[in-house]
C-alpha cells in the first residue's frame, strides 16, 4: 500500500510538472500570437498614414564622428577560440588596472556606455563590448547560437582572451540580464556586480507570470519571439520605432539636458541600419523561453542594483524582491527622475553612486 501510494504521489507531481510547463508554453504562443497581431494592425496604421515615406531609409555609409571620439578610448577585437567569434570592444583607462565590463542592452550597444568610459578610466581599464550580433561584432545567422550559455561563455571567455581572471562587471537592460546569470554561473570571476534596471531574472521570471501590467509592458520579448517580422517593423519610416524607444516622451531618455543629440540618434541608426544589423540583437530573445526558469538562483557577489522609477518596460517592485536573492551585501537605489536609460539619463549621478558602492565595498574589504 506504501508503494502504491508512492507511486501515485510520483505519478502526480509529475503531471503537476507537465500542466505547469504546458500552461507556460500556452501563455507564450497565445501572446506571441496577440504582440504580433498589434504589432501589425500598428504597422498598417503607420504605413497607411504615410504610405509613401513609410519604406524609405536613409542610406547611412559612414559613421558619425561621435563613434571614433578619442575621449571615449581605443576601438579593440578580439578572436574567442572557442566560438571563433570576433567581438569588438571599446577600451579606456591603462591595461593592468582592474577590469570593469560593461554590458549594454536592446537596442543599444557600447556607445551607451560613454559617460563611465570616460569616468572610471582613471582606476580601471574599462571596456564596453558589443554583445554576440550588436555592432562590430561577429553576429552567427542561427537564433540558436544566441543561447544563454553562449552568452554567458563569451564573456567569461572574453575575460581569460584579455589576461583577466576577474571583474567588475555592469549590465543594463538585457546586459543586466546576462550580468546576474554570470554572477549565479561563475560567481570567481565577478568581484562586484552593477545591475541597472534588470531584476535577478528569478524575479523577472515569476514577477512576469503572476503581473498582467508587466506581462504587457514586456510585450516585446514575446513579439521578438516572431521570424523577420520584428526586424521589418523595427526599419519601417527610416527606424521610427527604434528612434521612439530612445527619445519619445514615454519611453525615451527623459532629462532634456542629456536628452540624445543628432549625432548621438545618428550613430545608433547607423550601427541598427547596417544590413542584418537587428537579426543578432532580436536572436538574443529568440531563446529565451527555451533557457527558463532557471535551475540555480543565489548571487554570492556584492551587488549594487540602480533602477530608473520611470522605466517604461520594468516595474520597480521587482527591484526590491531581487533582495530575497542575494546572499551578500546588497544594496539598491531607485532613482525616482530616471528612466529606462538611467546611465544615459542622468550620467552624473549614476557614477556617484558606482564609484560610492566601489569605494565602500572596498573598504569593507580590508575590514
Not at 505519478?11 to 504589432?39: D, E, H, N, P, Q
Not at 589576461?163 to 549590465?171: A, E, F, H, P, Q
Not at 565577478?190 to 506581462?215: A, D
Not at 521578438?224 to 519619445?248: A, G, R, Y
Request: aromatic fraction near 14%; charge should be neutral; charged fraction near 20%.
Amino acid at each position: 500500500m506504501a508503494q502504491l501510494f508512492d507511486d501515485l504521489q510520483l505519478i502526480l507531481s509529475r503531471l503537476v510538472v507537465k500542466i505547469r510547463a504546458f500552461g507556460f508554453w500556452a501563455l507564450v504562443y497565445s501572446y506571441c500570437g496577440i504582440c504580433a497581431s498589434v504589432a501589425v494592425l500598428k504597422l498598417l496604421w503607420s504605413i497607411g498614414r504615410r504610405p509613401t515615406q513609410a519604406f524609405q531609409c536613409k542610406i547611412r555609409e559612414h559613421p558619425p564622428a561621435c563613434l571614433n571620439d578619442p575621449s571615449l578610448g581605443t576601438h579593440c577585437y578580439v578572436k574567442i577560440k572557442d566560438s571563433g567569434l570576433r567581438f569588438h570592444y571599446v577600451a579606456s583607462g591603462e591595461r593592468g588596472k582592474p577590469l570593469m565590463l560593461l554590458l549594454h542592452g536592446f537596442p543599444e550597444f557600447w556607445y551607451s556606455w560613454r559617460h563611465q568610459l570616460r569616468e572610471f578610466k582613471s582606476e580601471y581599464r574599462v571596456v564596453a563590448l558589443d554583445l554576440r550580433g550588436y555592432g562590430e561584432t561577429d553576429a552567427p545567422s542561427h537564433w540558436e547560437n544566441y543561447s544563454l550559455d553562449s552568452l554567458i561563455l563569451d564573456i567569461k571567455d572574453i575575460l581569460d582572451t584579455l589576461g583577466y581572471s576577474k571583474c567588475i562587471l555592469t549590465g543594463h537592460d538585457w546586459g543586466g540580464m546576462i550580468s546576474w546569470l554570470i554572477a549565479i554561473c561563475y560567481p570567481e570571476i565577478v568581484t562586484k556586480l552593477i545591475i541597472l534596471n534588470f531584476p535577478h531574472p528569478t524575479v523577472f521570471t515569476e514577477y512576469v507570470l503572476q503581473h498582467p501590467s508587466q506581462l504587457i509592458k514586456s510585450a516585446h520579448y514575446f513579439f521578438f519571439q516572431m521570424s523577420w517580422l520584428p526586424e521589418f517593423m523595427l526599419t519601417v519610416h527610416d527606424f521610427k520605432f527604434l528612434k521612439n524607444l530612445l527619445i519619445s516622451h514615454a519611453s525615451g531618455i527623459g532629462r532634456n539636458d542629456c536628452r540624445l543629440t543628432e549625432e548621438d540618434i545618428e550613430a545608433y541608426l547607423y550601427i541598427f541600419s547596417q544590413p542584418g544589423a537587428l537579426t543578432g540583437p532580436i536572436n538574443h530573445y529568440r531563446n529565451l523561453f527555451s533557457c527558463l526558469p532557471l535551475k540555480r538562483h543565489e548571487v554570492t557577489t556584492p551587488t549594487l542594483l540602480l533602477w530608473g522609477e520611470k522605466d517604461e518596460f520594468m516595474e520597480v517592485e521587482m527591484a526590491e524582491i531581487t533582495r530575497i536573492y542575494v546572499k551578500s551585501h546588497f544594496r539598491l537605489t531607485i532613482l525616482s527622475t530616471a528612466s529606462h536609460w538611467l546611465q544615459q539619463d542622468q550620467p552624473d549621478i549614476v557614477n556617484k553612486l558606482i564609484w560610492t558602492f566601489l569605494k565602500d565595498e572596498g573598504q569593507r574589504k580590508r575590514e
